[in-house]
């Protein structure tokens, strides 16, 4: 459990990332709103800036909150989960330009390498110790172990991971300049896709046989 003096920094914390990503509208990555609010209706079809708004008359006090009290199952081969606060997750960050995650590590958890193509993230770690790297695109590898309270920033489309170094499991909270900052997945993208990338095009890029790209393959398939 948090104590009530760390939940109180945590909110203090959260609320200076924010106002360090968004200084200016301008600066937001998604485009300015049109209305004060715009809580997304999900069972309508997406738009090129986010979803339709449901009527205003339906918006009721529970759309301006979510909680991020419990912890996500872990149970996945990265022994890693997620609370999502982004459109999917919490509909009033519709058309907002912000969204923000609770992501937790079992023993040995991680978050594995991957980019937001569609924006920046800091984020602030609340539990544990957790291994933060990120890589440059002139290949140089940036990294720090972080403990709670400490914060972090990941520039946009940068790639990047989370480690749990610690004894225990860990958790930190994510938070975007965007409503729905995407995810590209560094091994997905390579070996998920569909249909496939062919098998030419990987061996020669990473420079080994078609047996190991076979190896790699069949064990995606088996998580």
């Known amino acids: 459990m948090i104590s009530s003096s760390s939940t109180s920094l945590i909110g203090l ?35 090129i800036n986010g979803f339709p708004c449901k009527p205003e008359s339906e918006v009721t006090s529970d ?14 081969v990265f022994k890693r989960g997620a609370t999502l606060g982004d459109v999917f997750g919490f509909p009033v960050v519709n058309t907002q330009g912000v969204s923000l995650f609770r992501i937790d590590l ?3 958890g991680i978050n594995p390498p991957h980019t937001h193509p569609r924006g920046t993230e800091a984020g602030i770690v609340t539990r544990g110790k957790v291994l933060v790297g990120l890589v440059t695109t002139n290949n140089t590898f940036f990294s720090k172990v972080l403990t709670p ?28 300049n965007t409503q729905n900052p995407g995810v590209s ?33 069949a064990a995606r398939a088996s998580n």
């Open 106 to 108: 079992g023993v040995g």
């Open 185 to 217: 997945d560094s091994l997905t993208t390579l070996f998920d896709t569909t249909p496939p990338i062919p098998d030419e095009v990987l061996t020669k890029s990473f420079r080994v046989s078609d047996e190991v790209i076979n190896v790699i393959r």
């Open 149 to 176: 309270g400490m914060v972090f920033l990941i520039p946009r489309a940068m790639i990047h991971f989370q480690l749990n170094v610690g004894k225990g499991p860990a958790t930190f909270i994510p938070i975007f």
């Open 13 to 47: 914390l959260c609320c200076l990332i924010v106002l360090l990503i968004l200084p200016f509208p301008s600066h937001a990555s998604d485009p300015d709103p049109l209305q004060d609010i715009c809580v997304a209706d999900l069972n309508a079809s997406g738009s």
């Open 63 to 76: 759309d301006f909150f979510t909680d991020f009290s419990k912890e996500a199952a872990t149970f996945d």
